[in-house]
């Protein structure tokens, strides 16, 4: 148990793009990360519309299928993975690390549409 726990914080804070939500209580982070994740999604929500207005319904169609896939990706690559680490965990670690590699995941895609807008 012990060894999986290492695990897991390792992989929290490599997953982590925000360090100000690792207090070392779990359910502080886990409010912080609630609340990052909230914000994050607003400004995602906001640059993807302002993108997709920009483009031709070829674009609009080819925008909407990569955010859709992404969607599944994050999804997959965030659940899995904790799924993989952390099978037999309790407690809010296991969605701790969901959280925190879904809050990272979105923090790259803003950059990545950003990318594209400029």
């Known amino acids: 148990m012990k060894n999986i ?14 360090a100000q939500c690792q207090t070392g209580n779990v359910y502080t982070d886990i409010a912080c990360y609630e609340k990052k ?3 994050d999604k607003q400004e995602l929500n906001k640059i993807y519309n302002g993108f997709y207005a920009s483009l031709d319904e070829e674009g609009k169609t080819t ?10 990706y994050r999804e997959k ?5 904790m799924a993989y ?10 969605y701790l690390m969901t959280l925190s ?5 979105t ?7 950003k990318g594209y807008l400029e």
Do not use: D, H
């Open 63 to 72: 925008l909407n299928e990569s955010q859709k896939a992404w969607i599944v």
């Open 5 to 18: 726990l290492l695990i897991l914080l390792g992989l929290l804070s490599s997953f982590s793009a925000y």
């Open 107 to 113: 923090a790259e895609r803003i950059k990545e549409l």
């Open 85 to 94: 680490f952390a099978p037999e965990s309790q407690g809010g670690g296991p």
């Open 37 to 39: 994740l909230k914000e």
């Open 101 to 105: 590699c879904t809050v990272t995941k």
């Open 77 to 81: 690559e965030c659940n899995g993975l």
